[in-house]
């Protein structure tokens, strides 16, 4: 417990392939030459703010909070035509519960840990609410980036107005709108952790926050922060399920599964669109990066899975 607390005291003192993904708002893209964009992401951190020991595992010596924070901080120095790169950092869910750090301290280093990198975006996953309803109102209080969540109703519940279904960011000019979904809490999560909490249809919002951001709010790039899963055999809808079945997603950056894509994958969608999915495996082994290049209505994108290790 006492490397524990030194450890906590340290974090908050620290505080390929390519494609051409589709036509875009055309208005948006009339602009002088191409602007670049670069996606990081990450999902299931589940607390592992440590790299993993030492110890000949199959994990030894991956991931890790400071290592990531030095690769993001690579990344966002490199330069573009002479200027920074443009970049977005997002997590799909399950920043809690999976070592002893959350155990003690409830999800704050967390928190506070993603705050230090920088983080522009989150979504939330079943085990973010192990701590319980009121922890994540606390938690989430301190994060200095929105938690996107647009089909969870949490009227009746004290996380009321604490969370957004989506947001738009701009780049130079380029808006990407982007919102999040998570999995049916029915069977994951204990009924008194997420209380009066309800689930609403994936699809059926999928569709509705994208032709909001695609048409009302003219986003460039539509992404999805899903907690759903990459793919099922049954039923249960999966970040595929849901490319396929909806218009006016580009890409969802996914979670739940704890998959581990070396590159993001195509599904089309509805009307024969790609969609591209990613998704890195679970406790920060791994970085998502997905580069887009917006020029003449076309979205050109490569993306890759970025090993964070020392």
Known sequence: MDALQSNRRQFLKLLGTTAVIGAVAPEALARRGPTTLTILHTNDVHSRLDPFPMDGSRNAGRGGVARRATLVRAI???????????????????????????????GEPEILAMNQLGYDAGTIGNHDFDGGIDNMVTQFGKATFPMLIANYDF??????????????????????????????????????????????????????MAATLRNDKKCDYVIC??????????????????????????????GHTHTFLEAPVQVNNRDGQPVWI????????????????????????????????G
Request: hydrophobic share 35%.
């Open 76 to 106: 966002r120095q490199e330069q573009v035509d002479g200027h920074p790169r443009n970049v977005l950092l997002f997590d799909a869910g399950d920043i809690f519960q999976g070592t002893p750090y959350f155990n003690l301290y409830k």
């Open 155 to 208: 009227k009746n519940t004290v996380l009321d107005g604490r969370t957004m279904p989506y947001k738009i960011f701009t780049k130079e000019g380029v808006k990407i709108g982007v919102f999040g979904l998570g999995i049916r809490p029915e069977g994951l999560i204990p009924k008194d952790a997420y209380r009066e909490t309800k689930y609403l249809d994936p699809i059926e919002i999928g569709n509705d």
């Open 225 to 254: 922060l899903s907690h759903l899963g990459f793919k099922y055999d049954g039923p249960t809808v999966s970040d595929n399920v849901l490319a396929a079945q909806t218009r006016h997603i580009d890409g969802i950056i996914g």
């Open 278 to 309: 990613n998704q890195v495996g679970f406790a920060g082994i791994n970085l998502g990066r997905i580069d887009l290049t917006f020029e003449k209505g076309k979205v050109t994108a490569s993306g890759q899975s970025v090993a964070v290790k």
